[in-house]
C-alpha cells in the first residue's frame, strides 16, 4: 500500500494523466518448496486498467531464458483492481507520509529519466 501511495504521491507532483508499473513478485508455495518468479505489469489512468503477468524461466547461472504469459486483464474500474486503486478517487497524505514521500523522491529523483511523450 506504501509503495502505491508514494508512485501516487509522485504522480501529483507532476500532474500525471496515466502511469505505467512493471516488477518482479516472487510467489512460492511452501507445500512444495517451489518459488516463481512473476514480472507484473500495470497500465493505467483514472478511468481504465491493463494489467498482466508473465512467469520468468531462468536457465544457467540465473539468465532469463524465457517469459510465458501467465493472464492479462483489463477494465474500466481502476478503483477495483489491486494495481490501480489509488489512482481513482482520493488518496490522502498524512503529514508524516509528505514528509517521507518528499524526502524520498529527493532522493530518488536524480536518478529517474523522464521522457516527454511525442518528443523527437
Given amino acids: 500500500m506504501m509503495r502505491n501511495k508514494y508512485l ?3 504522480l501529483d507532483e507532476f500532474g500525471a494523466m ?9 510467489r512460492g508455495d511452501s507445500s512444495v518448496v517451489e518459488v516463481t518468479e512473476v514480472l507484473k505489469i500495470v497500465a493505467a489512468d483514472k478511468e481504465h486498467y491493463l494489467s498482466g503477468d508473465w512467469q520468468v524461466m ?22 477495483e483492481h489491486p494495481g490501480s ?5 482520493s488518496v490522502s497524505f498524512s503529514e508524516a507520509e509528505k514528509t517521507r514521500f518528499s524526502a524520498l523522491w529527493a532522493k530518488a529523483k536524480p536518478d529517474v ?8
Fill in 58 to 79: 531462468r536457465g544457467e547461472v540465473g539468465r532469463v531464458m524465457e517469459i510465458a504469459e501467465m493472464g492479462v486483464c483489463r477494465g474500466s474500474d481502476p478503483g
Fill in 18 to 26: 496515466a502511469y505505467v508499473f512493471a516488477g518482479i513478485d516472487v
Fill in 8 to 10: 501516487r504521491f509522485i
Fill in 85 to 89: 486503486w489509488f489512482l481513482a478517487g
Fill in 113 to 120: 529519466i523522464f521522457k516527454e511523450r511525442g518528443a523527437g
